[in-house]
């Protein structure tokens, strides 16, 4: 199917807090795949991560407005609007809302490499392309997944991809860079008390423009 509209790099992930490292791949992500802009998909929750220390949805939405000030980047909490737990059912609501985009999902080597505990992660290969972006300590651990074994049969390089005439999945674009150290979980052990300094007033979301609020139900993987 042949489509015109913008092309949209997706990022999911909790982004408990989002750093400088989240940026630097968002933007290489755009430069190599020729992305229109980027959407962080700030999640409600999910259940392959603990919940605690999981900083409030509002919180963690205004951290990533901060770190993606001035880029193609929309911070969005959409799945809480869409009603979404899992991945596949947001990806498939995504497409449904906003039919005239084109989307490929960003993934970290660390995801890709539990990507098969995912429901129906085969699905969610066959909405649209992944891109999965090297991350250092994980990419041996990714190689040898369940997942890989399946999607290698589908790789396609980031110029495939731009020059590709139909927009269609599955595909699988590698993409490396140099590695970057900044993480999370480092920041949350020098600054427990991170989300302190983003309290106050709802913020807006980029995407839908309605206030978020904390959810009593998260999203998913």
Do not use: C
Request: no cysteine.
């Amino acid at each position: 199917m042949r489509h015109s509209g913008p092309i949209t790099g997706l990022l999911g992930g909790s982004f408990n807090p989002a750093h400088g490292g989240h940026r630097r791949i968002s933007l290489f992500a755009r430069d190599a795949l020729g992305l229109d802009e980027l959407w962080w998909m700030v999640s409600p929750g999910n259940p392959l991560k603990p919940k605690k220390g999981m900083a409030p949805l509002p919180a963690r939405v205004k951290a990533a407005k901060k770190v993606s000030r001035n880029a193609p980047i929309r911070v969005t909490a959409i799945e809480q609007a869409l009603g979404t737990r899992y991945t596949i059912d947001t990806l498939r609501a995504l497409k449904r809302r906003y039919p005239k985009r084109r989307f490929v999902w960003l993934m970290g080597a660390d995801n890709l490499a539990q990507f098969h505990r995912w429901k129906d992660w085969r699905d969610i290969a066959r909405e649209m392309p992944i891109a999965v972006i090297a991350r250092p300590g994980y990419d041996d651990d990714a190689i040898a997944s369940p997942a890989m074994a399946w999607l290698r049969n589908f790789r396609l390089s980031a110029a495939g991809l731009k020059n590709r005439g139909e927009w269609s999945a599955p595909a699988l674009i590698e993409l490396r860079f140099d590695p970057d150290p900044r993480s999370a979980t480092a920041i949350r052990r020098a600054d427990p008390n991170w989300a302190d300094g983003f309290s106050g007033p709802a913020p807006r979301d980029e995407v839908t423009h309605s206030l978020i609020h904390e959810s009593p139900s998260g999203g998913g993987a």
